[in-house]
């Protein structure tokens, strides 16, 4: 008996093969549906195959032909507008590289004629006097270039004819459009990089999508949401703001977790990296935000902000405000930058400490300067400012700072010591004199305003850049430990009292800068870091699980950070910008308004230590002056180290001749060449000796 066997096309999506049920078989199937009226029929599921439309679904659909003529019309008008504002400049590439072109096809064309492929075994056998090998390589050139001189001199001619009897022929114009496209073709090749082409491509700006199917599929991809999409029972997301364009560029939403799911706005947050992946950007694009209850939201409410492109790469950093401010009130939210959505950000630092940790030439000292420029511009504030790297990024300081330390030498370590030593003493004088006053003028036990210009209350800002060299160059653990005592200290205690702690570190690990320092201040930013664990070392332990991660940071993004102000508060920013010569000019404003409030004080009132006699004095011996602030006498080798760290550009090729020139033509008269140092004799100065120098200009002297 012909048994008819039904195959399954899509075996994969159809349920394992059963064993033979015992019902009655079924009747037979008409005609065309594979059956035989007189055959045994076997029970199966008869499988028609979906077969591929012949046809695009463009062609199919009339809205999807419009969108995708839409699409292309856009991009092709954005080509054509890019290409025409480049006008000039493929002019110029076209006239420059047709004729650089023409000459490296004639050198070509020479090289080739004269057999160059050969020219460095001759030069090879002349060099080694084989007379033989040199004659059998030169008649070898000579008999290639009888016949390639043929070959050029044939194709010349033929070219020749064929231009003249064109000319003859057919209008001048062919002739133009044929030179046009044979100097095109030179131009192609005679450009920076041969073959690269004359025209510029275009990066067509991207323009992401998103919607509710997108924002639900997502969180189900990443575990939030149970169940699949097709399910009218999943549970889905409560749109309480749809997605929405909010500018050329970005996308908006707010939503709500649904209610049995079992998770929260951390959970989200946790995963932000998993979104991102599943909505097609990088992390740094989209930003993610508890929604408060203080903004009407809970515990499970997000604002979800996703952006076409990176946010902190599409415009220039924002100059500081402080950079044209004539003055500022600490009292009032420091500006510090801006996050993704262009939003402003602004510091309450009173009260406050901070920490700035993140990889070298990432932005952390430019960062941390633009809290120290407001602290400048306030004339009520008392600097004290500690460089461990000992350059020039803090160097105009020198003019208002009450205490200034320059270096991580042994010297700048006991300097750094006795500088917080004068600050725990003056913070606890300040406890006292506030203890002193009546409870109902200090209701909450600190500094307010009012207090402060009542009673002569003085806020101090204490500035330590490097902190991690400081604690490096300690080698006793008692001494260690007791520097860090001191930190943390001021940290702890010194807000109450206007005492506000600013310090920054490389390695922010727990050698170098210990994790009870860190644990206890308040505000932390951190730039671009190699891993989870280096930015937790920085924002906290468990911050990057909270979605507080700078590893997510690139290299290109300099100057933005993650800026942690509480538990669950964070945001990454764009820092504002301060150039070094813009920093100079507020550090002078600054001294200027100190002078008018007559706040000037400490080291900033040696005009020779605090440079305002730079322009008098000779630069070598107000740098000298400078490195030496903390000894009275300095090798030379030492001397000439540190001038080069504050200044690699003017003193990097500067030998100890050199140094001795100069200061000699800067009138230094040397009471002693040689110099003891802890027992060493070496060539060296002493500070004794650059002061009476610099009393010769007219500067004021040292404080000793």
Known sequence: METTVTVDLDKDSQPAAQAPSTDPPTAPLPDGDGSHDDGEVLEGVIVRPNL?????????????????????????AYKAAFHLLRT???????????????????????????????????????????????????????????????????TGLAVAAGVAAEA????????????????????????????????????????????AEHLNAAFRAIGILKGKDDDEDAPRLVLVQPPMRDSSRSWSAVVDLPRGTGKSANDVLARRDRLAAELGVDEIQLDIR???AV??????????????????????????????AESFNVWNPVPFGRDARGDRVDLPVMWQSMFFGGLPRRGKTGSQ??????????????????????????????RLAYRYVLGAEADAVTALEDMLDEAIADMEA?????????????????????????????????????????????????????????????????????????????????????????????????????DKTSSDMVLGDGKAKQGADASILSEEHVGVGVLVTGPASFTTVLADYITLPEFVDICQRGRELRIKAQTLAGDATDEVLSGEREDVIPQVLADALTVMRHVDRMHTTDLLNRLINIDEGYYGDWSADTLATELAAARVERSTVQVKISGVNRNGWHKSDLLAAADQFGGARHRS
């Open 290 to 292: 508890r929604v408060r």
């Open 88 to 154: 000039h400049r493929y002019a110029w590439r076209f006239a420059w590289g047709g004729g650089v072109g023409w000459y490296r096809g004639g050198c070509r064309l020479v090289d080739w004629l004269t057999l160059g492929e050969s020219r460095d075994l001759r030069l090879h056998a002349a060099g080694q006097t084989d007379a033989k090998e040199y004659l059998a390589l030169l008649h070898a050139r000579n008999d290639h270039l009888r016949v390639r001189s043929i070959v050029a001199g044939g």
């Open 430 to 530: 300040a406890f006292k004199k506030l203890n002193a006053l009546p409870l109902h003028l200090v209701p909450d036990g600190k500094l307010t305003p009012q207090i402060v210009e009542r009673y002569g209350f003085e806020l101090n800002w204490i500035t330590i850049d490097e902190l991690q060299e400081y604690l490096s160059a300690i080698t006793d653990n008692k001494r260690r430990e007791a520097l860090i005592e001191r930190l943390c200290r001021l940290a702890r205690r010194g807000p109450a009292a206007g005492f506000f702690s600013n310090f920054a570190s490389q390695r922010p690990d727990a050698t170098s800068v210990p994790t009870r320092l860190r644990e206890i201040v308040s505000y932390r930013y951190c730039t671009q870091v190699i």
């Open 168 to 211: 003859w022929l057919l209008p001048h114009s062919v002739l133009w459009v044929e030179g046009a496209l044979a100097w095109a073709v030179a131009a192609w090749h005679g450009g920076p990089e041969p073959d690269v082409g004359l025209l510029d491509e275009p990066e067509v700006p991207v323009r992401l999508d998103l919607s």
């Open 295 to 324: 903004h009407k939201g809970h515990a499970g409410r997000l604002s979800i902000w996703m952006c076409d492109e990176d946010p902190y790469l599409q415009d220039k950093p924002t100059q500081s405000p402080l950079v044209k």
């Open 369 to 398: 300067r633009d809290v120290v420029a407001a602290g400048v511009l306030d004339a009520s504030v008392r600097h004290r400012l500690a460089d461990g790297k000992g350059g020039a990024d803090w160097k105009p300081m020198r």
């Open 52 to 76: 591929p439309a012949l046809l695009p679904d463009w062609v199919r659909d009339w809205e999807i032909a419009k969108a995708r003529a839409d699409v292309r019309a856009r991009r092709a």
